[in-house]
């Protein structure tokens, strides 16, 4: 049975197939990167009909700065660019995958979301759901019909600095980092500090996933959740080390109905100003 909520920003390929099957508008972006912790590389010697190439590390960011943390968002005019050669339309639903857990397609579906686009989903297990499906696959790269669309920013919860400070302290806000990462430790002189911010409750993104890198059932996301407040009745932020984890959490709260925001600027921007405060330790604070 189809649940109409996760459906909203989370399909199966199951449920993509019989879209395309059956017609639908849509638009799909396969959503590339190499992995720069693990090294590993996308599936790019083959791709779902009709897919179109994009780059996470460099389509849905901005340059890095001390200011803007490590992944700023992009320029809304250069995002729209390219939105446009990759034929984008707002009466289309966009689909968007990769080959890694949905962490970098879900940085993209929030950007897409962020600049106006009414219809973004992910395709829950990327490519490498769609390959045990064994569903049919494509060597051939398209080549979109050039658009005209239009995007604005700012439709989409976002967090700064100050927010995600005042957010720890009157709602909940998620750290999706792996664990150590939020435990911290000492650093050397000159080196951002390891942590978490004050009153961040560590919930990591990977626990968002099954063994099988897709998405975890409803029960199982609002069982997390729910379990540190992250239930809608408090407002909910995310934050990570540089905005891509933190998108993850929030496409998996999306799931389960609850809205959350994203902390771009995320660890990367907090830990560059040396008078922020750093909790460290297994504990909020």
């Known amino acids: 049975m189809i649940d109409p909520i996760r459906s909203r920003v989370l399909l199966t390929p ?3 197939k019989a879209m395309m099957d059956a017609g639908h508008d849509l638009i799909l972006l396969a959503v590339q990167s190499h992995n720069p912790y693990t090294g590993a590389d996308s599936i790019r010697d083959r791709r779902i009909a009709g897919a179109i190439d994009t780059e ?14 490590a992944r700023p ?3 809304i005019g250069v995002l729209q660019e390219k939105a446009r050669t990759w034929g984008l339309r707002p009466e289309a639903t966009i689909v968007v995958y990769d080959s890694d857990r949905s962490m970098v397609a879900a940085r993209a579906w929030w950007v897409l979301r962020w600049a106006g686009h009414p219809d973004v989903r992910v395709l829950d297990g990327g490519m490498p759901a769609w390959l045990r ?12 019909k050039r658009s005209e669309i239009v995007l604005t920013p700012g439709h989409m919860p976002q967090l700064d600095v100050d927010g995600a400070a ?7 806000l998620l750290d999706a980092r792996i664990k150590p990462n939020y435990v911290g430790g000492l650093t050397p ?4 500090a390891r942590g978490h911010i004050p009153g961040a409750i560590s919930t990591p993104a ?3 996933l099954t063994d099988y890198g897709t998405f975890a ?3 199982a996301l609002t069982g997390i959740y729910e379990a540190v407040g992250a239930d809608g009745s408090k407002p909910v932020g995310a934050y990570c080390g540089a905005g891509m984890s933190a998108a993850h959490t929030v496409l998996a709260l999306a799931t389960i109905g609850v809205e959350a925001a994203l902390y771009v600027g995320s660890w990367s921007q907090w830990a560059n100003e040396p008078s922020r405060p750093v909790a460290r330790g297994g504990l909020p604070s």
Not at 166 to 172: D, N, T
């Open 14 to 16: 199951t449920e993509l």
């Open 56 to 69: 996470a590390y460099e389509d849905f960011q901005s340059p890095s700065s001390p200011k803007g943390g």
């Open 73 to 75: 968002l992009p320029d």
């Open 133 to 144: 499906e064994e569903l049919p696959v494509v060597t051939d790269v398209s080549t979109p």
């Open 166 to 172: 005042a957010l720890a302290r009157s709602g909940v």
């Open 189 to 192: 002189d000159g080196v951002p």
């Open 206 to 208: 990977h626990d968002n």
């Open 217 to 219: 059932d409803q029960d």
